[in-house]
């Protein structure tokens, strides 16, 4: 069984830095590709960006340039550094992890994290 925790969330004034860190429990962390989404208020769950294990990393337009994210095999830890945050960042993040199945990853995440709350604001 896997399990996804995420840190790091809080508040952040516009322009402002965060490095929200996920951590897996589980085995294969290391064929698993992880996802960060994020949720608005009264919004759809909406993909941020992604990492395979052994492929470049891919984000969304709106946070292409701003956000980096990043994996370390040995911790079974994924991070995503945001920078240069805007209000419309605001959102419960959460971390994903798509196992593979037959050598192909899904198109939904097979097991999800509670959620952090990423608040911007002056």
């Known amino acids: 069984q896997v399990q996804l925790v995420e840190s790091g969330g809080g508040l952040v004034q516009p322009g402002g830095s965060l490095r929200l860190s996920c951590k897996y429990s589980?085995?294969?962390?290391?064929?698993?590709?992880v996802a960060w989404y994020r949720q608005a208020p009264g919004k759809e769950r909406e993909w941020v960006a992604s990492i395979a294990p052994n492929d470049p990393a891919a984000y969304a337009h709106s946070v292409k340039g701003r956000f980096d994210v990043s994996r370390d095999n040995a911790k079974n830890m994924v991070s995503l550094k945001m920078n240069n945050l805007r209000p419309e960042d605001t959102a419960v993040y959460y971390c994903s992890a798509f196992v593979p199945h037959g050598g192909d990853y899904g198109f939904k995440p097979d097991y999800w994290g509670q959620g952090t709350q990423v608040t911007v604001s002056s």
């Open positions: 589980g085995s294969q962390f290391d064929i698993t590709l």
